[in-house]
């Protein structure tokens, strides 16, 4: 267990929450202290809606923490199922039943008896998984569960679409702009001839999950949530899955050729003839995303060859991490997860698309790192945007965790071929470029008048005097980070705590660190 002011993934039963609110009547109860049902206040605020199936907190107090839980738990759940007559109530581990030593799934299994809804414990361990590993395997574990009941009733139908038909897997609630996500899914699946047969979790009912063997292949957009739940598919069902994002107009076509595959491995049987997609590829690539002329255009020639620094889950940091690099000619200079489960995916993904590769979930580490390249632009979190305000540097916020602001009420899909041109916009109106830069210069801004000496490095800095403060604005301010840095660097190795002007000519003759600058 970590103490931490900042968490890149929730606690487990956060995971489990947006699963089971997710879906159409599905109840999760958690024991925990009174405030631990935020999600609540988060759906609410951030997907900007009310009717949805709140969570329902079992509150430890200091009656539960003087002689236990006793019926609380059991109480509370079969007055639920009295109230509100859920398919499921999902109880869900939290730090505090563990700590407690809460015997759960015995409370689960004495509610069950007298629930007339199924009682499920998500089989979740709040030690070793965060957020969303919890989440994707209570999804997992939810459609496992009514799969196999369905097969034990008798009522599952075995017998696949008679046209083509997916599942799209993953999208679920306080997600990253997923409802865009999953609109521009299915545009993308309904242009190309498919029917969607069903989109789990957000919105989907337990009762029709006994259909979901009955697409034709599944996709699952975001590895986070979704990928788990799709190769048990395939495992119970011989259900394949395509789990390349659809971002980007290179991985939009790979995701369209692997479903053109899927589908003509049942055209000799089902359909008259064999599809082929590389015409709509093409008239998308060209008429619909502008991504691509964009990224041939002058306007686009700016930011080319300029650092960026990259960081967020690992399907929007992979994503964006190619992007830039083989669709815009922009330099990634590191490119970072915090999702170290998935280190190795990542590590292939990004491989030969960076200059290097930042896997952890310590915030400071990836600000200093930050701090070290100083980039013309960040790609991250609502984290990372805290750090490049910090650095003077602009930040587009890519992946969750978000403020809300980053969720907005305007149609902004990074999916499919209209999220091309949101991705596209994004990338280039986060940098300041040439001409901006020369005009904030003139008129002023963002640091004409005084130099940024602050670092995120935890490293004492050298301190700088009035005199030789005065001498770094003088600088032009496209080259003054740098030279405040190659400064700094040569004051440390020579074991000097104050910079003075001298002190700066002697690094620039050391170092020629003004070559390009100010002399």
């Not at 759960?104 to 414990?121: G, K, M, P, T, Y």
Request: proline share 4%; hydrophobic share 35%.
């Amino acid at each position: 267990m970590k103490l931490a002011h900042w968490m890149y993934a929730g606690p487990a039963h956060t995971g489990t929450s947006r699963v089971a609110s997710s879906f159409k009547n599905v109840h999760a109860i958690m024991h925990a202290p009174l405030g631990d049902d935020y999600s609540n206040v988060m759906r609410s605020m951030l997907e900007r809606e009310r009717d949805f199936t709140p969570v329902t907190a079992s509150i430890v107090d200091r009656h539960v923490l003087a002689r236990g839980s006793q019926e609380k738990v059991i109480n509370n759940i079969t007055r639920k199922d009295k109230e509100q007559r859920p398919d499921p109530i999902v109880s869900t581990p939290t730090c505090t039943s563990s700590i407690l030593q809460e015997d759960l799934q015995n409370f689960v299994d004495r509610a069950s008896i007298s629930s007339e809804s199924d009682v499920i414990l998500a089989d979740v361990n709040h030690y070793r998984v965060n957020e969303l590993q919890a989440a994707d395997r209570t999804l997992e574990q939810i459609v496992r569960y009514y799969l196999n009941k369905a097969r034990g009733q008798g009522t599952l139908d075995r017998s696949i679409t008679d046209i083509p038909s997916a599942n799209i897997i993953g999208i679920s609630t306080s997600g990253f702009h997923n409802q865009h996500d999953c609109r521009e899914s299915k545009r993308l699946l309904q242009d190309s001839g498919i029917k969607v047969n069903q989109v789990i979790p957000e919105g989907g009912s337990l009762r029709d999950l006994r259909d979901l063997p009955k697409a034709w292949f599944n996709i699952v957009p975001y590895r986070e949530v979704g990928l788990m739940t799709a190769m048990f598919s395939e495992r119970e069902f011989g259900m394949p899955y395509i789990s390349t994002t659809p971002m980007g107009v290179i991985d939009i076509a790979e995701c369209i050729e692997q479903m053109e595959k899927h589908i003509n491995a049942w055209a000799s049987i089902l359909l008259k003839e064999k599809v082929n997609h590389a015409s709509y590829i093409d008239n998308q690539t060209k008429f619909v995303s502008q991504a691509a002329w964009f990224s041939r255009s002058i306007d686009c020639q700016n930011p080319a060859g300029k650092k960026a620094v990259v960081f967020g889950d690992a399907t929007h940091a992979a994503s964006i991490t190619k992007i830039p690099a083989r669709e815009m000619g922009i330099r990634v200079s590191c490119t970072g997860t915090y999702c170290k489960h998935d280190a190795e995916w990542f590590n292939e993904q990004v491989q030969g698309f960076c200059d290097e590769i930042l896997i952890t979930e310590d915030h400071t580490e990836v600000g200093d790192t930050i701090a070290r390249i100083e980039p013309s632009a960040i790609f991250g979190t609502q984290m990372e945007r805290h750090i490049g305000k910090r650095l003077d540097i602009p930040c587009g916020v890519i992946p969750s965790p978000v403020h809300i602001q980053n969720l907005p009420l305007g149609y902004r899909p990074f999916l499919g071929y209209e999220g091309t041109n949101q991705i596209a916009d994004s990338v280039y109106n986060s940098f300041t470029l040439g001409m901006e830069d020369h005009l904030l210069d003139i008129f002023g801004g963002h640091d004409t008048k005084e130099a940024i000496t602050k670092s995120l490095s935890t490293d004492t800095d050298p301190n700088w005097n009035l005199e030789s403060q005065l001498e770094l604005n003088k600088i032009p301010g496209f080259v003054r980070g740098r030279i405040k840095k190659n400064t700094e660097n040569f004051a440390r190795q020579r074991g000097f705590t104050n910079i003075t002007v001298d002190l700066m000519y002697a690094a620039k003759e050391a170092s020629g660190a003004w070559d390009n600058g100010k002399s």
